[in-house]
């Protein structure tokens, strides 16, 4: 009933997954004995058993080349053979007394592989990668020398296409790292009828296409650094700097403040050995502008390089400090805390809207000793001086802070440069004007920009050492590269080696300049006048020519339209002459001597008219004296009425017997005297209404 069983063994399909991880035990040859182990040998024993057999091959065959070389005696010879085959014995039984222990030692090898992590073997396939990329560099070392150092690299060819349109940003990164590896090594690796200039200026199109800068002030950044470091200093500012805060010494230690933020999740360290109270922050889970250490003015945040000219002016208690450009009030919080709330700060910016922030960031830190001013800079020598220090963070252009403001990559031009490098200077001496070389610890002054051109840095602190009685200091900074000395044509002070450079690619921190000056006389120079000499940098020598010839022709216009005027105001004084002349005629017919006083003084007013002087305000006062004149004359009339009229009365009191007679001689001479009077009043006027009219004739033409 039911199947029949059939019990014949089913074929093994292979190991389970227990099986697969376990391996077969080996032992060694002593103890597990037989044929067998030492048949069985792994792939990898196979391939080190081949290349142990090899390398005696080698040796058998140098020693053999050696022989042939020396023959050797018959003694020898017989002692060879004896040894050799004493060697052959003690060699096959090495072997398999070694093979074993090998085999077990290979095999542990392969377990602990399979053990290791993913990163273990990750490293392990690294290592071997970088023996291999090694051997693949000696070997190719070995075969140049072989060759003699003879070149067998031929030149880079690279398409200097116009159209820049059709290539990608992948095409003109290649292009750019092609031009690179031209420049570094040109005479090798250059194409035959393209100069060194050719590639330069193809270079600086693919940075400015790559990067998305301006011509000029890629040109200006070529001329600074050298190629690679160039790169560097690109790559650099197109990435954010770490940001930084600085501990306010005044209501909190560092330590206290950073495990503080540590509690509130922020990751953070110290800034470095050159500063005891920066802190760096990788991480914060909280807005560090928000916290309650920030609102209570335990710190505030503020770069890396901002810290560092306040450490090089190194401000004393009790001293007179002057911040000539102070907004947002960063630098001018830290001296004050360095001064420990002592002594006076006077913090001063141009612009009123920032200084809203200085005063909230002062009443936020609990500063107490400062006095905000909104004054201009190139005006405090007048206002205020006899300083002990004084700290100047100009105004510039900016091309430190590329990473913070991308906006200058494309917004300067030589023009701005000019005018941030007339402002430093006349800013720079009014700082040096306000120091006291007196002062008994200190007369120092602190110049610092955010940019990297030297227009703005070396040669601003060279004018002032031309012009004033000031040296340069150490700046008490232990890292930073030293100041330019020469650039391009121009050659500096050897002193301004002293100042110091920071860039974003050596020091990770934004692109600064900080120079330290000491006065030593507060008198000026012998020949240094206060206004500055037209001194036109050699950079901007095609703006200038362009703005001369622009004022020349303005010059050239103004001449033009001067003998213009000229030539029409002597147009107008001819006429006003003739005019004049034929008045004089007039005038000299119609009066009599008696009136030719008036014609003088007609005379005198011609003179003025011809200087431009009489206006007609004059000529209507002189015509109410005339008025007052004839008024006087018609009085004088009255009064010799009034005596005729007595002497009649007198006369008729004496003669009262001939009263009729005497009364009809008295209303005869009233009679005349009335008509005598009539005249004469009516001459007056017309000789005032006869000169009336040409004198407003004359005004009437100088209006004109």
Known sequence: MGRKANFAEKQKKGPGRKTKKQKPPSFPAHIAGGPESETKLSHRQKQRL?????????LVSKKKVKQNEIPPSDD??????????????????STEDNQAPNKLFDMSDEESEDEMLEVEKANIELKKKQKRETEEDEEAEEDDEEDGGEDNREALQISFQDNDKELTLQDVQQRIKDILLVLNDFKR???????????????RKDLCLYYSYDEFLMSKLMDIFSLSELMEFLEASEVQRPVTIRTNTLKVRRRDLASALINRGVNLDPLGKWTKVGLVVYSSQVPLGATPEYLAGHYMIQGASSLLPVIALAPQEHERILDMCAAPGGKSSHIAALMKNT?????NDVNRDRLKAVVANFHRLGVNNAIVSCEKGEKLKSIISGFDRVLLDGPCTGTGVISKDPTVKTSKSDVDIQRCYNLQRKLILTAIDCLDANSTTGGYLVYSTCSVLPE???WVIDYALKKRNVKLVPTGLDFGEEGFIKYKQLRFHPSLKLTRRFYPHTHNMDGFFVAKLKKFSNAIPVGVDDEEEEE?????????????????????NHDSSNEVQKKKFKKNEEINGEII????????????????KLVASDSTTNGVLKKKVMKNKDVTKKLKQKNIKAVGSETNEVKKKKQIKKNND???EGNKTTGKSADANSKINQKKLKKNGDARSNVNKKKLKMKKGPLLKKVATIDH
């Open 76 to 93: 020898e010879v017989s002692a060879d053979n004896m040894s050799d085959d004493h060697d052959q014995s003690d060699d096959a039984s």
């Open 536 to 556: 036109q940098e050699p950079e901007v020598q095609e703006t200038n020519s362009i703005n001369e010839t622009s004022k020349k022709k303005k010059r050239a």
């Open 189 to 203: 690796l250059r194409q035959e009828n393209i100069s060194r200039a050719e590639y330069v200026a193809q270079l």
């Open 50 to 58: 081949l290349k142990r057999k090899e390398k005696q091959q080698k």
């Open 650 to 652: 007198g006369g008729i």
């Open 456 to 458: 703005e840095n070396e």
């Open 343 to 347: 002594g006076t700060l006077f913090s």
């Open 581 to 596: 002349k034929k008045v004089k005629k007039d005038v000299g017919a119609n009066t009599k001597p008696s009136q030719q």
